[in-house]
């Protein structure tokens, strides 16, 4: 049997599970595993400016392609918790990411030894498994199990946690018989199958509820195959956006609190049955219950059994992989359909598509300082369909889904649970790398993008190129929104005057002086018909200099942005809203 360290036979196993990415901060106690990164040669490593950017950049890289798992790697004691925001971000959207860290020799763990920290415990709420291996002989089967258990069930992080000794120690470990556990995923049945399909034909207004697991279980064509065959309207979830294109004629538009459409909400309150696949009828998409729903009966369709009826008692739910139960679901409704015995949707699929023609939000304004709005509609002017667009939280996010378009799976890569300020830039730098080729657009907040702003270096070091729109009030502008309900103003405001930079007046922090600085480039557009010309010359600067390419607008410091406190038939409309069709000219559907 061949001898090696167990930091070899870790590396080995990696390569035979696929991984060909890996990101991270090296340190002391995880210098052997580096060492045995180096030496195995096979996986690309691209060091991250903080620990927690790395565990982004391996979320990013996760959510851009089925079958990819990105890995993070650090040290002992804060390295690795720098990463538990990664986990919990991954774990909270179901997104397989491999933590590696390192730790203090066995016989020092109990000893308050430098940065030994029992990290496994303080993961292992955010992980679907956190193990400190204390025998070198354990090594291969725990990385083996790591992997099983990241692609098994629903998906989510595992933190390895590795001493120095037993990195170094050598173990007996054949890779060229080594093989992947298979995966276990739960199948709906035939009479699951029938079932569902039975109360989806005896309902008038049918919606279908798509979830980030369609976009994770890569079923977004058969989901579209399903809506077609039964004519039913699809209502994306922000996890699944993407999931059918924005401008097929059975997407209904997106329902919720605040990412969500004037048209989506209004469709969903005249539906009476809704079939959930994938979701997990998260509350900024439900909004309160009693409204959501009242008048409508449910199925649920979910990968992990214990989500079902979590939130709500559904009137039927299957745990099952979205993809075989959409399979089985097309089976189904495929045999009915010859049979002559699928209802006729046409008049309510008509009708949602009516509503998306009318009920639409004001994008064209020419206030300066800019309005965010402009902002999207211009996005939308530059960047076509095969954009991939990255963001996590505040109102950027939550305008840009209102507004924004999107056409393809895994083209709106958010961090939706977990929402972690800082987010964005590592992200995206995951996701460009993961796809080279592809268009990737980033849109933040001004305070999101301060977060981790120092990840822009790690895009110049090791040319990363994409483009960074970085809308800027100088404000907490979602926190601040959401203050009104408390009368106040307080600790929200970002603005000052920069000693430095006296143009800006009171937008404070210079992002085209310190982006440059980073080693990247930068353009501020303070006029609308600016931002156009701008946005086609950062997609040429990225191309010319491969590093990423910031636009910062400088908006109107206080922007109401559409959203409800409670209730999806309650959402305040704080802007105007379009009543020609210039004032929406971006639009999917021309308003009439």
């Known amino acids: 049997m061949p001898r090696m360290t167990a930091a070899r036979a870790a590396v080995e196993i990696l390569k035979r599970e696929g991984v060909e990415v890996a990101f991270g901060v090296p340190g002391a106690a995880i210098s052997p595993f580096y060492a045995a990164l180096k030496a195995a040669g096979g996986i690309n490593h691209t060091l991250a400016r903080h620990v927690e950017g790395a565990s982004h950049m391996a979320e990013g890289y996760t959510r851009t ?38 730790q203090a020799a066995t016989a020092r763990i109990h000893k308050e030894d430098f940065q030994a920290v029992d990290i496994a415990s303080i993961a292992r709420p955010v992980t679907k498994a956190a193990t400190t291996v204390l025998e070198a002989a354990q090594v291969p089967g725990v990385f083996q199990q790591a992997f099983h258990l990241m692609r098994s069930g629903r998906p989510g992080p595992v933190l390895i946690d590795l001493p ?33 399909i039975a109360l989806l034909q005896e309902s008038e207004r049918p919606l279908i509820v798509a979830g980030g697991g369609v976009i994770n279980a890569d079923a977004s064509e058969v989901l579209v195959e399903f809506a077609e065959l039964t004519g039913v309207p699809v209502v994306p979830t922000l996890m699944g956006w993407g999931a059918i294109p924005d401008d097929h004629e059975l997407n209904a538009g997106m329902v919720g609190l605040q990412t969500s459409h004037r048209y989506g909400n209004e469709t969903f309150l005249a539906s009476d049955f809704v079939l959930g696949i994938g979701n997990r009828w998260a509350n900024r998409h439900t909004g309160g219950l009693e409204v959501y729903t009242a008048g409508r009966r449910f199925v649920h369709v979910d990968i992990e059994p214990t989500q079902i009826g979590r939130i709500f008692a559904p009137d039927y739910g299957i745990a099952s992989d979205a993809r075989a139960a959409l399979e089985r679901f097309v089976e189904v409704a495929g045999e009915l359909g010859a049979a002559g015995e699928l209802k006729d949707r046409g008049e309510w699929a008509v009708a949602t598509q009516r509503r998306r023609a009318t009920l639409q939000r004001k994008t064209h304004f020419d206030d300066v300082p800019l309005k965010p709005q402009r902002v999207y509609e211009e996005m939308n002017r530059a960047f076509g369909p095969e954009t991939r667009y990255v963001t996590t939280i505040g109102l950027s996010q939550i305008g840009g889904a209102q507004l924004l378009h999107v056409y393809r799976p895994r083209h709106w ?23 080279p080729q592809a268009q990737v657009v980033a849109l933040s907040g001004d305070y999101d993008f301060q977060f981790m702003i120092e990840e822009l270096a790690v895009g110049a070091q090791h040319r990363i190129p994409y483009v960074h729109v970085l809308v800027n009030n100088s404000y907490l502008g979602l926190i601040r929104q959401a203050q009104r309900n408390f009368d106040m103003d307080f600790q929200v405001r970002l603005e000052f005057e920069n000693l430095n930079s006296p143009e800006l007046g009171v937008y404070g922090v210079d992002h085209v002086k310190v982006v440059e600085g980073l080693g990247c480039k930068a353009i501020r557009v303070t006029e609308p018909d600016r931002l156009l010309p701008a946005f086609e010359e950062a997609g040429k600067l990225a191309a010319e200099y491969r590093v990423p390419v910031v636009v910062e607008a400088i908006l109107e410091r206080v922007t109401d942005i559409s959203m409800a406190a409670a209730d999806i038939d309650k959402v305040n409309e704080f802007e105007e809203l379009a009543i020609a069709p210039g004032d929406a000219p971006t639009a999917v559907r021309p308003l009439v």
């Open 65 to 102: 392609k089925p079958g990819n798992i990105g890995v993070c790697v650090g040290t002992s004691g804060p390295a690795g918790t720098d990463m538990i925001t990664g986990l919990y971000s991954a774990s909270a959207d179901s997104i397989p990411i491999l933590c590696i860290t390192g």
């Open 413 to 435: 890569i958010n961090c939706g649970q977990a929402g972690p300020l800082g987010w964005t830039i590592p992200a995206a730098l995951g996701v460009a790398i993961a796809d």
């Open 164 to 196: 120095a000794d037993v990195q170094l120690t050598e173990i007996e470990f054949d890779p060229e018989t080594y093989q992947p556990l298979p995966v276990y995923k739960p199948s709906a049945t035939r009479a699951q199958a029938e079932k569902a």
